[in-house]
């Protein structure tokens, strides 16, 4: 059956669409829903038979953990064993928000949801719609980005249903989504606290409250399945069907290898895409590229924003090669570049070589 699409704000005259949604989680069924970040698939969180069909519906391996959303942050005993250090002082300065914290896992938590380990992602997410269906809910829901394993996340709810509107009976169409790229993941069961995901909430804002906050490695390596913390964490995660290459060094040069990628490709017969920053835009002129500009690198809120809808909107364009350039690794350019580096499998190319 295909899914039933509800347009809702998460105010008073979408009781209707919110009760059913409810209804549904509490019962065992899954419900696609807005976030601030992106578009969640939504089971009972505590209801392990619930959880499992998140994996079958997504392809997802159970090697890989989902984040438990809460109603609020008094909730957060309810599926943790205990709260570490510092915790509460970043859930007042972040939550409701963008920021996931990894914690020790509660008894109630089935160990389906953390793939098997002792620690489990939670968080408070801020969209009105998401905070009115944990309300409305009373349980809190476990919930992956709602689209295919290792696919482009989804920032509309008609991403949702190209993915997997066959697979549930409610999408809540809250619009598209604000930040566009998922959570941040900070691992609070490690001495110092290590981010696992760059996300929405950048390194910087969180070194204001943990000065001593460590990323993780491991986003640029390669590794076969294993029982992860976090999410996202794969080597091939947010990937459209076209080949991706990340090219990096700096800027001109890396334009100018694009370009010559870009003629090499449409020499060799193959269709090319391009997933630019406007400043980029020049370095494609007179070459037979599709171009989706996701706006000026002095907006870097906006060019997260608009990514995966890039990806998929190339996809659509039946490229078979897309060119993209690394942003770099401070703010919200770390996240931009881990979600390309994801996408390209680690193909990232050097342009000062």
């Given amino acids: 059956m295909r899914a039933s699409i509800e347009r809702v704000t998460g105010g008073a005259g979408d009781d209707a669409a919110l009760a059913r949604a409810a209804s549904l989680i509490r019962r065992g069924e899954l419900v696609a829903f807005p976030t601030e970040t992106v578009y969640g698939l ?7 038979s619930a959880v499992e069909k998140i994996f079958a519906a997504k392809g997802r391996p159970f090697a890989d953990p989902l984040i438990v959303h809460l ?13 570490p250090p510092g915790c509460r002082e970043l859930m007042r300065a972040f939550w409701p928000g963008p ?8 008894a109630a938590v089935p160990r389906r949801v953390t793939a098997g380990r002792d620690t489990v992602a939670v968080r408070v997410p801020a969209h009105p719609v998401a905070q009115a269906l944990l309300a409305r809910a009373g349980v809190p829901i476990a919930a ?7 696919r482009p996340s989804p920032t509309t ?3 949702v249903a190209d993915d997997l509107g066959e697979a549930l009976d409610l999408i809540l169409d809250g619009g598209p989504t604000r930040h566009g790229v998922e959570s941040t993941v900070l691992d609070l069961t490690s001495d110092p606290p290590v981010v696992l995901r760059p996300g929405a909430v950048t390194l910087e804002a969180l070194r204001e409250f943990v000065p001593g906050v460590a990323v993780t490695a491991e986003f640029e390596t390669t590794r076969p399945y294993a029982a992860e913390k976090s999410p996202g964490t794969s080597m091939k995660h947010y990937s459209p069907n076209a080949e991706v290459r990340l090219w990096t060094g700096e800027a001109g040069e890396a334009r100018a290898a694009m370009r010559h990628d870009a003629g090499q490709a449409i020499a060799a017969g193959r269709r090319v895409g391009a997933l630019i920053v406007d400043e980029d835009a020049p370095a494609f002129d007179g070459l037979d590229v599709t171009l989706w500009r996701l706006g000026s690198e002095r907006a870097l809120d906006v060019v997260a924003a608009r990514l995966y809808d890039g990806l998929r909107a190339l996809d659509r364009a039946r490229v078979d090669v897309i060119l993209a350039r690394d942003p770099g690794r401070t703010g919200l350019a770390l996240t931009i570049r881990d979600r390309l580096f994801r996408a390209a499998e680690g193909r990232v190319l050097d342009s000062r070589r």
């Fill in 157 to 159: 709810a008609a991403h």
């Fill in 99 to 106: 920021l996931t914290l990894i914690m020790p896992r509660g």
């Fill in 42 to 48: 939504g089971a009972n969180a505590l209801d392990e």
């Fill in 144 to 150: 992956p980005s709602a689209n295919r394993f290792s």
């Fill in 71 to 83: 109603a609020s942050a008094d909730d957060v005993a309810s599926v943790t064993a205990s709260i």
